[in-house]
């Protein structure tokens, strides 16, 4: 078994260096994924990278959750996977951990280069609140 804190380690040092530029990230053409089950949907874009010679993939979905005996909720979550050249799923993070929704955020940010877009726009010098 790999531990809990090993993966939360090792998705804080995938957020650090793709914030540092050290990770690119693309959006997958392929717009399914293997790894889906039951009524889970995808939202948004799926994510790829290469990172420490693994393929890596990440993106949000969402699932009917049940809360009670005849009431379901959509909820969101996210998944972080080691792929194949192929594009299969190898091996899938746990969901639950709540650094993927931070790099998530990352990947985001800096495919769009809003990090850039704040910083030119609003210099760190310009406003004192």
Known sequence: MISENKISKYIALLISETKENKVKWDISSPKTVDSLEGEQNIIGKIYITEFKEKFIRLYKYSEPTQVD????????????????????????????????????ETVIIKLNELDKYFNDLIPDDTFDF
């Open 69 to 104: 005996d005849f009431e379901y909720i959509i909820k969101s979550f996210f998944k972080l996977e080691f792929t194949d050249e192929f594009d299969r799923n190898v091996w899938t993070f746990p969901f639950y951990l709540r650094e993927l929704a931070d790099l998530h």
